[in-house]
């Protein structure tokens, strides 16, 4: 079972671009690589998913080099609103989400 | 179209008690999933169903169980209610049974205070 490491926590500023890297070192041939938000008293949110190389949607991009055992998701130019906590998951076993401890992002003005 | 519903929002039960918590996926979706998520545990898998069956269980103790129905509805039930049991319970569903490129939706989940 494919486990993720990620930053506790990050700072950053409004406007900036903020990169959040996990890693995934015994991830599977067939996982795929899953990013969710969350907000205080909500459940998670979609953000983004990928297999390799590369994937942009209207609020992120994820890079996955060549040996998938990392990677990383970029949110350009964050707002207030970004603040909460992203959670990196591999594989969707039969429907079994495993979340790490997840980056608690803080957006300051 | 509509996202996943779960009811009540907020409970508060006594030690001892039981409590049922509902969740209505996404209409199609046939998976529902439960997680606990508390500040200490973080959010933990409990148990999915598809299709009326059980596919998948966490670690969590028989006081737990679910059930699906043949609309995918699902309930979650928790006998002999504990402390440690105060948690924000989160239903998600998807449409398909597994796979790596299925995306989960959450509902805003049920608040459970046990006192």
């Known amino acids: 079972l494919a486990k993720t490491t990620q930053p506790i926590s990050m700072d950053s500023y409004e406007g900036q671009e903020v990169n959040i890297t996990c890693s995934h070192n015994?991830?599977?041939?067939?996982?795929?690589i899953t990013w969710y938000q969350q907000f205080p008293s909500q459940g998670p949110r979609f953000i983004i998913q990928g297999y390799k190389t590369k994937v942009t949607n209207e609020v992120a991009s994820l890079f996955i080099p060549a040996d998938r055992k990392s990677s990383t998701l970029s949110l350009p130019r964050v707002s207030l609103s970004d603040t909460a906590v992203y959670y990196c998951?591999?594989?969707?076993?039969?429907?079994?989400?495993?979340f790490g401890q997840g980056t608690e992002l803080s957006v300051k003005p | 179209k509509a996202g996943v519903t779960q009811t009540p929002r907020y409970l508060i039960k006594t030690r001892g008690q039981q409590v049922t918590l509902s969740c209505s996926p996404i209409s199609g979706h046939r998976s529902v999933s439960w997680y606990q998520q508390t500040p200490g545990q973080g959010l933990q898998f409990l148990f999915e169903?598809?299709?009326?069956?059980?596919?998948n269980k966490g670690n969590f103790p028989g006081r737990f169980s679910g059930r699906q129905f043949s609309n995918s509805r699902s309930e979650m039930n928790v006998s002999t209610l504990e402390l440690g049991d105060s948690a924000l319970y989160l239903c998600a569903s998807s449409s398909l049974l597994g796979g790596g490129n299925t995306e989960a939706f959450f509902g805003q989940g049920t608040r459970l205070t046990v006192v």
């Open positions: 998951l591999v594989a969707l076993q039969g429907g079994k989400l495993i």
């Open positions: 015994n991830i599977a041939t067939n996982d795929y």
């Open positions: 169903y598809f299709s009326e069956t059980q596919r």
